[in-house]
């Protein structure tokens, strides 16, 4: 019940957060509608999502962990995109890419982990990850220009693909 009780919560303020100035009535910011649909979305999103969102433990209501991801999203995360992003639109322009996938190991312990770090290699242009082995937690990811430095160890090193982003989502979620 805790854990319903929680996820409700946190998505409730997700939502008004999201929705915020686009009503008139309550405090300028939402309207009655706005309120009685994020109660009833946060309730219903909360029923489905209690046991994933908040398993046997509450450490990703720790406000310190969001502020953390806040960081890590504002600031390297954002930054590698930036990168990314001129660097493939480098190599569209030249012609000049080496596709491959390759599988590196990152060393993280849950689900939750393994996919904040998959979903920031897939945001980021020029990588995919195309596969986990839910076994060893490896990752396999299709990369736009695979370096002959890095293919050298087996598996590629991690700060080749996602630099530092399996220490900050460690941080953040471990």
Known sequence: MLAFVVTTIICFITYLLLTTGSGTRIL???SLYEILFGVILSLIVGFIARTIFVKDNF???????????????IGPFFVAMAKANLDVAYRVITGKINPGIVKISPDLKTDLVITLLANSITLTPGTLTVDIDENKNDLYIHWINVKKEAIAKKPVDCKYICSNFHNWIRRIAE
């Open 28 to 30: 300028g910011l939402w």
């Open 59 to 73: 450490r990703m209501a720790n406000p310190v962990r969001w502020i953390t991801f806040l960081v890590y999203v």
